[in-house]
């Protein structure tokens, strides 16, 4: 079984910041690319930043200058940093990974289970 699980979200006035991590555990062979998504109420889940294995990154040019991801693939986890923080940031954030698994030649998406994040003062 590969488990993914965010933490670190919770409630931040604006321009505050949040630091997160996603950690992937369980049966994995390699990580390859991860990312993070955001689900508003009533918008489509969105990407907002991803990561190859090797550390390569972009993002939306909405949280561009604002947020950066890094991963520790020793760890096996991601770690979120979203700063300067706005009230159209509140989402439910996912994080996301393509994962093989042993013995297995087939990559899969795996996904968390979201955590909330609420820009508000």
């Known amino acids: 079984q590969v488990q993914l699980v965010e933490s670190g979200g919770g409630l931040v006035q604006p321009g505050g910041s949040l630091s997160l991590s996603c950690a992937a555990s369980g049966s994995i062979f390699r990580i390859n690319r991860m990312g993070w998504y955001r689900q508003a109420p009533g918008k489509q889940r969105e990407l907002v930043a991803g990561i190859s294995r090797g550390g390569i990154t972009d993002y939306v040019d909405s949280v561009k200058g604002r947020f950066t991801i890094s991963r520790d693939n020793a760890k096996n986890t991601m770690y979120p940093q979203m700063n300067s923080l706005k009230p159209e940031d509140t989402a439910v954030y996912y994080c996301?990974?393509?994962?093989?698994?042993?013995?297995?030649?087939?990559?899969?998406?795996?996904w968390g289970q979201g955590t909330q994040v609420t820009v508000s003062s």
């Open positions: 996301n990974a393509g994962i093989i698994k042993p013995f297995d030649w087939n990559e899969f998406d795996y």
